[in-house]
Nanobody
Framework: QVQLVESGGGLVQAGGSLRLSCAAS????????VGWFRQTPGKEREFVAA?????????FYEDRVKGRFTISGDTAKATVYLQMNSLKPEDTAVYYC????????????????????WGQGTQVTVSS
């Protein structure tokens, strides 16, 4: 079992920055993939970024956030971060982190089904 707690959300003006944190506890050793998703009311949860928690530390990004968002991890703190720069009003959403096994379960990293554990979410609001 893995427990995830997101933090760092808030209200920011367009063009500003926020750093989200996803702190993991429980069974945190081993190879995992950690993903960030976001959701707005009435819409499907969508993929934002992912990090493979192994030596390679491969990263994956949704096209609209490439060059603006950076996912990274701190092994000692069992925490994954999402640095969000040049924020836009369309980035407004509840952001969720999720953890799944590093080896594929048949789903690509951008699919929710790839992930087994989810946090409670943190609200990000970007004003224009």
């Amino acid at each position: 079992q893995v427990q995830l707690v997101e933090s760092g959300g808030g209200l920011v003006q367009a063009g500003g920055s926020l750093r989200l944190s996803c702190a993991a506890s429980g069974r945190t050793s081993g190879d995992y993939i950690v993903g960030w998703f976001r959701q707005t009311p009435g819409k499907e949860r969508e993929f934002v970024a992912a990090l493979k928690w192994n030596e390679a530390r491969s990263t994956f990004y949704e096209d609209r956030v490439k060059g603006r968002f950076t996912i990274s991890g701190d092994t000692a703190k069992a925490t994954v971060y999402l640095q969000m720069n040049s924020l836009k009003p369309e980035d407004t959403a509840v952001y969720y982190c999720a953890v799944g096994a590093s080896t594929s379960n048949g789903y690509v990293v951008s699919r929710q089904e790839r992930y087994s554990y989810w946090g409670q979410g943190t609200q990000v609001t970007v004003s224009s």
